[in-house]
């Protein structure tokens, strides 16, 4: 199976990342949910997401630059608001074992 495609448990609740903290032998783990927020200009959205597109990686160079083109030009009109992710991340510490 591609690990890509993994069907992992989520780790959505504190104390889910820290039992596998302790399960990976790391020493009094804390974690806590966080609010988090991310505002890229469109420039950096475009650049994140398409850096991260398995099938844009397929396309040879010409179809994926004319693939970019268009999606900025769609999304050149959005308000910059549309841009911002804002939500809670899970965020742990914990001691390396020696």
């Known amino acids: ?3 890509f ?3 992992h448990e ?3 609740s504190p104390g889910k990342l820290e039992n596998l903290m302790v399960e990976a032998g ?3 783990p804390t974690a806590e949910v966080l609010n988090w927020s991310d505002h890229p200009t ?3 959205f475009i650049d994140r997401h398409s850096a991260l597109s398995r099938r844009l990686a397929l396309l040879d160079r010409l179809r ?3 693939f970019l083109i268009n999606v900025r030009e769609r999304l050149q009109p959005l308000p910059y608001d549309s841009f911002l992710d804002a939500s809670e991340v ?3 510490t914990a ?4």
């Open 42 to 44: 469109l420039n950096e």
């Open 95 to 98: 001691s390396a074992p020696l």
């Open 5 to 7: 495609l993994a069907k």
């Open 90 to 92: 899970i965020m742990a």
């Open 1 to 3: 199976m591609d690990p």
């Open 10 to 12: 989520l780790m959505d």
């Open 64 to 66: 994926r630059e004319a």
């Open 26 to 28: 790391f020493h009094n």
